[in-house]
Each structure stands twice: as C-alpha cells, then as structure tokens.
C-alpha cells in the first residue's frame, strides 16, 4: 500500500521507513530538498519517491490518495488548508501530530463538505519508535481507519513486543498488536493527550522518590549547619544511607512492581551521568499536559496527581516565585520573620 | 496574680508587658542582663522583677510558682529540666513556645512523680501581640488551667476583639476571650500545631491566585517570546490585564468572602513592596507545618491542600533540583528533548 | 443617581436596598410580579420604580442608561441581548453575575459598534451583602466606571468597615473604599474569579485542618478495630485528644493567625451544629473555581493548592469512584490484596 | 547453601520454593502444622525440611545459621526476640518483611551485642514473585550480605528478565541480576518504602487518566441533567466519546511511554472485568506510603504527587468527609447555598 508523508522530521522519516520495510511504498515531502532526498536514497527499488512540491507530492499519490501530516502543531493547520486544496473527494488527511483535539473535530467537520476525510493518530514512541514501533492511537471514520489498516500495522509495533495478556484468546485485536481506533474524529488525539497526562504523573512519581533516596544522607549533617528558622532532624540517625540511586532504578527493572520503560530509560540515564550534572532541572511541559487538566476539570474528574505534576514542571521553571515572595512578604509581616540565604 | 517569666525575647516580653498592664506582677529571667534591666524598668511601681540567676528568680515567686518557659523550641527541653530541679511539688511549668506535642505528653508524665505540673499553650499573634493580645491554645489538667485563668484572660485579647458569633448568648466562654483550655497535656500544642497547618494553606492560596493575577498580562508577549518546547497560548487576548495586585489585595479586604488578617498584612506589604522585591522566595518553614502533615498521616485523614503548602515550600528553596534533573533526563532519554535555557 | 437593575434575586434586591439607602433612585425588572411589587413598595417617596415589562424598564432610565443585569449565568447572554436591543448609544450595560470573564470580552467587542458600553463587575459579599457592603472589583472603559462612582461607592462596604492599611495616606482610593476598577473588559470577573479560586484554597485549608482536630482521639480506638490491611498507630498514646472543634474555631477568631471572615462564619455554622449533622459533604462547585485553574495553566503559573481543593470538591461527589476502582484492581492484581469494606 | 525460613504464607513458601529449584536446601517453620507438611513434600530429595517448633528449626540450621523472616509486620519484633533467644555468635537474622526501617536499625543495634547478624530485605514482586523472581533491596554489614549471595541470586530474577541497560558492560552488577545492598541496617527497606511510594504515585496516575477516558461522553448528557450549581459545559461537543478502556490499556502495552508491569496487570483486570464492578473502591494503603512522606517532610524533600496519590487513598475510603461537610457548611453560611443531592 501506498502513504504519501508530508514532513521529515525523525518522526516522519521513521514511520515511512517502518513501511517501506515491510513492502509498503511512500511519496514524501518536505520544504527541504537534501532531507527528501536523503530519505528517497533509503528507499530500496524505488519504494520512496520524493518532492518538494506539495502539488507535485498530491500528484504523485494514488486515489484515494492517503497524505499524512507529520508537522510541528503551530503549522499544521495551515498545510492541512493547503492539502485541502489540492485534494479530491474520497482522499484521507491523517494528522500524526500533536495536535489538540479539538483542531481535529473543527477540520474533519470543515473537509467534510469537499468529501474529504479525516484521520487523527496521537503517536506515542519518540527516538525508539523506528526499533520498537509506534504505538496508534487513532480517531476518524470507521471505513477509513480500515482502510490504512495495514499501514498502522506496519508501523506499531505488532503482538510479539509484549506478553499476551492472560485470558484474552483468539485472533488478537489490533490494540494487541499496538494501534488502535478509539473513536471518531479527535478520539486519537483525545487518547493520546491522556496518555501524555498519565506520563507527567508516572514521571514525577519516580522523581520525587528519587529525591528521597538522594537526600537519604540528610542526617549527617552535623546539627550547625541547619539554620534557626530550619526544624532540625529529630532523629538523625535515621538518615544516614548513602544511596546508590542509579544502581536502584537497575534493580528495581527486575521484579519489582515499579518496573516500567520509564524506569528503563531512567535507569540508562542515570548510568550515563550519574549525577545528572548535564541537566538543569528548567523541564519543559508541551500542551497536553495542560489539556489533560482542562479536560479532567471539565469532566469534573479529580486529577489531583496529574495537576500537580504538571504544577511543579511549572515550578520548575521558575514560575512560583512570585507565589514565594508573597508567602515570605506574609512571615515577614505577621512573625518578624527574615528569609534566610540559600545554602549554596 | 504574679507570673514567672523564663525568656524574654519579643514573645516572652510582650506577654509580660500585657500582664503587668491589667494589674498583675511578673518576676523576669533571661540570661542576657542589660535585656533583663530594660524590661524591669518599663514595670511600674516594682511590678517587674528581674534576674539572670534561675535559682533567685524561682525562689522570688510565689508558691504555687507558675514559671512560663518561653525560648527557642531547641532549648527548651533542657531548661525545663532545670526549672523542674528547682520547682517544687504543686508548681506549674508552662511550656508557651512552639515544642511539639509529643514533646508535651513526655514532659508532663516526667514531672508527675514530683507532683510538678505541666501545662502548654501553644500561642498565636505574632509581632502584633502587644496590641492585639495573644490567641491561647491550653494544654494541661483542668485545676492548674483553672487557677491561671486570671493572667490567660489578661494575656488573650478579650470578646471585644471580634464581633459576638450569632447564636452565642449568656457569659462568654473562654474561647469567645481568645483563651480555650483544650485538652490534657500537649493538646494546647496540638491544636496549635493544627491552626499553623491551616495557615500554610491559606496563606498559599493567597499567594497563588496572586500569581495568577501578576502574570494576566503574558498574552502581551509577542509569539517569538515563546521557545519551540513552550506552548503558545492558544488566545492571548484573554491575558492582557496589567493587575494592580496590591490594590486588588486592598479591595478585597472590605466585603469580600477571602478578607482576612493575613489579607491585612498582605494589602500592608504590597502597599509598602509593591513588587516585593525585598524578599527572594526562599520560604521558611518551622516544625509545625510538618508535624500536621505527620499527623493527618496518622490518623488517615486527607489533607492534600496543606501538603500541597509545606511542599511548595520545599520547592521555594531548592529541594526540588534532583527531581526536576531527573524528569529532564527522561524527557531526553524517550523524546531527545534538550532543556531550555531560562529567559532571564 | 439612577440605577437600572435586571433581576432581583437575593443580591439584586440587595444592590437596589443599598443605593437608595444612601439617596440613589431605582428602576427595577424581574419577570417576577410578586417580586416588583413587593421591592417597589420599600423604596420610601417612590425611589424605586418596577415593571415586569423590559421595554418599560429601558423607557423609565435616564440617559445615559445604567442597566445592571443580575441574573443566573446561563441567562445573561441572552437577556444583554434583548436589553442591547433597546438600548442606544451611550448607554451602560452591566454585567454583575458570575459570567466567565471570556464573555466580557466578546460582548464588549460586539456591543461597540452600537456604542453601548459594557462594564463587568464581580461582586463578592453573599448573603451579608446588605448589611456588610458589596466588595466590587470592576472591569470597563474609564468614563464609564467613573461615571458609576457613585453608585458604587454606594453599593460597597466603605472605608470604615476595615482598619486603615498602615502606610496609607491622604484621600482613600476607591479600593479602601471597598470598590476597584481592574482594567478593561473582563477585568472585573478576572479578579473575582482569583478571588473565588483563592476562596476554594483557603476553604479547604480550614477543612482539612478541622479534620485533623475531629480525629484527634482516633488513639482511643483499641487495636482490634484496625484491620489487617490497615495500619495500626505506632503510638495510639498520641491521639487521645477530644477537641472541641467548635470552640477552636472560636478561640482562633481572636488573635490568632488564621483570623478571617470564613472563620467567623464557620464558629457560627459549628455552633449551630456542632457535628454538622445537616451537611452530607457533597460540596458543589461553581465555574469559577474551575476557570481559575484554567487561566493558571495558561499563564503557566503553578497553583497546587488552589487546585487541590478543586479537585477535592469533584472527590466529595463520588466523582473519584472509578479511579479507585482501578487501584483496588491494580492492588489485587500485583498483591492479592482484597478490598476491604467499609466499618460504617 | 542452606536457607531457614520462618513463616511459609505465600511470600515465604515462593521464596523457599525459588532456591531448592536451584539446588539449595531449606529448613522451614510455621504454627500451621499442614502448612509445613505440604511445603516439605514438594522438595524433592528432601530438599525442604520442615518444623512448627522454633527450638527445633534452629537446631536444624548449619551454623552460621540463616534464618529468614517473613511474617506479619505486627509480630515481626516478637519473633525476631524468640529467634534471637535461640541464635548464636555469628549467625544471621533476616527480617523479609514489611518493617519499618526505625525497626531496622534498633533491631541491628539491639542484637549487636550477641554477635547476632541482621539483615534486612525489601522484597518486591507480590503474587507473580515466583515465576518472575523477588526484587530483593537488602540492607547489613557488607560481609553478611556477601555471604547470602548465591541465595539471593536464586531468589531474585536474573539478568535475563530484563534487556540490558545500554552503556553497561563487563560482569553484571548484583542489581542487573535483580538484588542489591543498599547500605547498613534498614537501607534494604528504606529503598522498597521509597519503591511503594513511586507505586504510588504511578498508579494513582494511570487511575486518574483513565478516570478521564472514563467520563469522555459526559457531553452527551442532555443539559437539564445539570444542576443549578452544576457548571454545565461550555462545549459539550467535545465531551462525545464512548472509549474503550481495556483496549486502550492494551494498545499502551506496545510501544507507548507508559508501558510497564503495573499496565500489564491493568489490561488485565480491565479484560477480566470490563467495568471493575467486582472492586467497590475503598483503597487500602499499607504503612509504607505513609512512611515515605514522612522520610520526605524529615528530608525537606517535596513530594505533591506522592501525598496526593497517598491522601486519594484515603478519601477513598471516606476519610474526607468531615472535612467535606465543614465546606457545605461554610457556603451556606456565606452564600446561602443548599447542598445538592446525589444523582445516583
């Protein structure tokens, strides 16, 4: 089968790639020549073939022609209009990328008109998709997403790389193999901003433990360094550990309950620069995230762990400091009480 | 009524100047002499007696001697032990500082054999003390609260501090005059433990939604302020107010549901700070933040706002660094994300 | 100064009894006859005018008209459209209800053409409004907000209901007046939504506190009532402690940090009730508690506090049920941990 | 070698069973006489020995003897004394269960002048321990670990159980292999405290995240099943999809960045029980969540995600509800709100 991939990004050019592999064909494009070329060298027998043109891109596909969008969320908008333009009744634009969900109710409802049809897939996967395949979260109409079938196949990462889960039996679903037709349009896109919700809160729950192994030495700080406004260790005997945190986040990979591909890359983060000295701690948030909170407030689901990992990317960033002044302003004024320096 | 006074700094003095001023006498010690001087002098007619020497200043009082001891919570177990070598059976220690309660049950059962009495009283007011009088919290057995009830009264800031609760007829309670005998020992501390709880709380909820109201103008910075990883905000006309926070904070102290004294002393510091650029957002905490937390644990209730407040703290100076590393680090492991450099 | 008023609700009727007490005139509309009849009738030398029909209402204003719509929010979009019907150039519109400042905006742009003015005023004060004053926090053009001076001054609680701020002098600006022109459209609500969301915070702070003192005697339990998955007290000595609740709450309206206006009024309610036997705990929220989070997450601004009692709220309706049923599932898949019931 | 396991519940009878597979012999003991019997006979060539007295068990041991506890937190310490009765210079105490680390390090210290070994092991694998392998987080002195290690090697899962880190190279680490000491006495169950609070907080946001996809049809709901104090959506077409969740957990097992074991057992549950009726969502949480928040407060460490996963067990279980009330009561008395009934 056919896929035409417009934007080469490591995300683009891996997915066409995944297909090629198992047989498929790609019509690629992107704004910059040495890229498409580059990728249509890749392609053995001629199985990608490439342009800068997104006419030339559009002319090139086969009816009905299958285009997918695998662009930066601030232009996508504007190259679907374009592509819009130049395709016909019955063609398939499927947006790859992160886009909010609620874009993708607005544009299938806007194509729906021309006949053209739209197809949302939150992918999830990032550097390793190309190895361990992508995982597919897709929204659109039912006879569509049918269509693509043997696309989203090739590019998830297929039954073998994960246990069965115990109970399920017969011919596997395609969830099982890792793609997945959640709903109709922005469902994908509306799975995957959950997933993403659910990472932030995975995320910091390794951290903020982490923390605590770190600190786990507290105790041996001798009674004259804790300044009179700290509360000092009551009982410094009992932390005293120097814990090995990078050789902890390897045991716990081996059957502990928190094993996880998170932990996975943690674990090989942390052998590379154990210290973590190359990082700053300024983490960036992308919006979902922040419309897994939006979305949960609206439901009127409590999400207490999924805002606060969010809240304190934020804070993070420096963006609690005027909170912090307020608070130390209000000490002031009602204890006498001075900040105090920081220790380092 | 005479009241030995143990420590002599803002708090220990201020009460000892409340008492004197409705009539009671008061015999002083502190180890520093020229404060122990200066203090004496402000008492007229002899109605403040000093000492640097703790066994002159027990023998100057009357039996039952009631010795409030109130210094550095560090401190105060040791001198409490001397004070009960000294003390005879029937007289009352009072521990008035900030010691935990745990602390309080301890004592209270270590001077029984001597028939020595322990009472806490955890003590609310700040700078403003003097003048407004202190919030007593009392922990102890009910003869000995009893028999202080004349000095507590003088100490507290009396009924007509605040409007009579609606309901509430017939002689005032202790309470209605700002003094409330709580429980057994350390239930004075307990429940002052618990009332620095709910200040954290609220005083970050202040300082939150005034954050809130510092930044309503972020949909003036233009689109290139925005790095790739950040999300552009999706309608910046909505976030185009230049907030006068400190007039804001001064509105809503008249007829609003969040007018408070912390609110007071808010509206107090922006008017003279309109920036607070005097305070760097290192943010303090003492003991009884955290032990409210250890408490809730305890008794399995759910307190996530006041967690939420000690761990904003935390966060204010520093402690979240490793966690933050941390969560960059696996952002780069899975995504390739690089971090972002600050704007500042 | 005349003042038109839609809708005469609790805080409609409210705002009219205010203004004329102080020498304003009124024309009054409800669809409510009952209602017209009865406010009419306490507006002493006729200063309060009523009728049921709108087109009456905007015949009986003097030019320019002020027109204040205080209705429920689901309604005000529709009823400023009927009113922007009969209303001409110069005319003033106000909105002070509990619209989502999102709206201020739109209808500020939509009603200049016609060069009808929109002012938006969020007005906190509840059922005490009458007695204790309106606080206002406004948001409009200038002209317009300084032609309202009157009325507003009139509707607020007034300089004298708050001790002056210590550093302020000369003239009283309008916030110590009780009143505060934020900035333009929106503004008004911007600032009352904060001050909601702070509410949310600082409500919760108290509650979770007052929990804690409501527990205090869980060490009373014997050891027997634990079960085997819960975790017995290490030191049940402890928590031994019967808190009055309701005195605490009132001992700490004097002098003590937490201080504040929710606390008078939670010493009432607990005095009326002391076990709040007539609460169930299903605690409602309204949009605005919602919409600060939102604009918190689009500022990026960290708010873990203010978000936590949201989310608190959704949890006290049940709405956490499925979540935990997913843990109880989890635990029983990797533990073989059953459920335990409820001892209630 | 020979390992001595008191206590044969379900963790110590798998661990018992791990080691004879790989050639070791065990002498065990527990009350329940059938219990013993029925372990024996699977040893094959007399490989499990068994005893329900304690006297006995020991003097089966070949010295230095290994005795291995694994029994209810709540009657650890008391075994541990009988044991430590029994046991001679040199030989070892290892305490498998779920102590708390305070124990740990008492109990090193109170067996030290016997010349009695203790050795503590955080085991993490649950139900699935025997066919994966423990992860076993040990604490001691460096050369009685040492000497544990080959049983260690057969109780842990081996480095096969997980691909190897990237980076490392030569002989594998101990914690590669599934065990490692991490420090002197209570390090081994101060890191599986840590190890339960990330549990958590990782489960706590899968729980919430599916809460979400849960609830994603909640636009469908006509508008007048909203209440008055219900904020109705603003744009219920957004809120339109039935999601199935089971697929979804599934479709994440492959290739998405959440994938882990606590998703695995997730899809599993959710494919045995699509709705989780069997589960009625009151959550259990054992000491050690609480603990690792108290080991943070005492570090300064900030944890808002873990507290919060902590505290949501309890609300589950109904812990909020006093609190709940306090909010119900408080706007009622400011705003004069009715509290709403349930809907269901």
Redesign the interface.
């Known amino acids: 089968m056919q896929l035409g991939m417009v934007g080469l990004g490591?995300m683009g050019a891996n997915i066409v790639r995944r297909i090629v592999k198992d047989g498929h064909t790609a019509v690629v494009f992107d704004t910059n020549a040495d890229t498409v070329k580059s990728l249509e060298a890749e392609g053995e027998g001629g199985s990608i073939k490439g342009t800068t043109d997104l006419a030339e891109f559009v002319a090139a596909l086969e009816k009905p022609r299958v285009a997918w969008v695998m662009i930066?969320a601030?232009i996508t908008g504007k190259v679907i209009d374009q592509l819009a333009e130049l395709l016909e009744e019955g063609d398939i634009i499927i947006d790859g990328g992160n886009s909010r969900?609620?874009e993708d109710?607005k544009r299938a409802k806007a194509l729906q008109p021309k006949g053209i049809h739209y197809v949302d897939i939150g992918t999830?996967?990032?550097?390793?998709?190309l190895a361990?395949?992508?995982?597919?979260?897709v929204g659109g109409e039912t006879p569509q997403v049918e269509h693509l079938d043997s696309l989203l196949k090739s590019i998830?990462?297929?039954?073998g790389?994960?246990?069965r889960?115990?109970?399920?039996e017969g011919d596997p679903?395609?969830?099982?193999?890792?793609?997945?037709h959640?709903?109709?349009a922005?469902?994908g896109h509306?799975?995957k901003m959950?997933?993403?919700?659910?990472?932030?809160?995975?995320?910091?729950?390794?951290?903020?433990?982490?923390?605590?192994?770190?600190?786990?030495n507290?105790g041996s700080r001798s009674a004259s360094e804790f300044s009179?406004?700290?509360?000092?260790?009551?009982?410094p005997?009992?932390?005293?550990?120097?814990?090995?945190v990078p050789?902890?986040t390897?045991?716990?990979?081996?059957?502990?309950?928190?094993?996880?591909?998170?932990?996975?890359?943690?674990?090989?983060?942390?052998?590379?620069?154990p210290e973590?000295k190359s990082?700053?701690?300024?983490?960036?948030?992308?919006?979902e995230g922040?419309w897994?909170?939006?979305?949960?407030?609206?439901?009127?689901?409590?999400?207490?762990?999924?805002?606060?990992?969010?809240?304190?990317?934020?804070?993070?960033?420096?963006?609690?400091?005027?909170?912090?002044?307020?608070?130390?302003?209000?000490?002031?004024?009602?204890?006498?009480?001075n900040?105090?320096?920081?220790k380092?």
């Open positions: 490591r930066p601030g969900y609620h109710i999830s996967g990032g550097v390793f998709g361990r395949g992508f995982c597919l979260m998830a990462p297929g039954i790389t994960a246990e889960t115990p109970g399920r679903s395609t969830a099982e193999q890792g793609y997945l959640c709903g109709p922005g469902a509306f799975v959950v997933h993403n919700g659910i990472e932030y809160g995975a995320m910091a729950a390794y951290a903020e433990g982490l923390n605590i192994l770190h600190k786990a507290i009179a406004e700290e509360t000092p260790l009551e009982q005997e009992l932390y005293q550990y120097d814990i090995d050789e902890v390897e045991v716990w990979r081996r059957g502990s309950v928190v094993a996880s591909w998170l932990l996975d890359l943690t674990a090989a983060a942390l052998h590379a620069d973590l990082f700053g701690g300024r983490v960036s948030d992308s919006g922040r897994t909170i939006d979305a949960a407030i609206d439901e009127g689901v409590p999400v207490p762990v999924l805002a606060a990992s969010l809240f304190q990317r934020f804070s993070s960033r420096g963006e609690a400091l005027y909170a912090d002044q307020v608070l130390s302003a209000m000490r002031h004024a009602f204890g006498g009480h900040e105090l320096p920081s380092s």
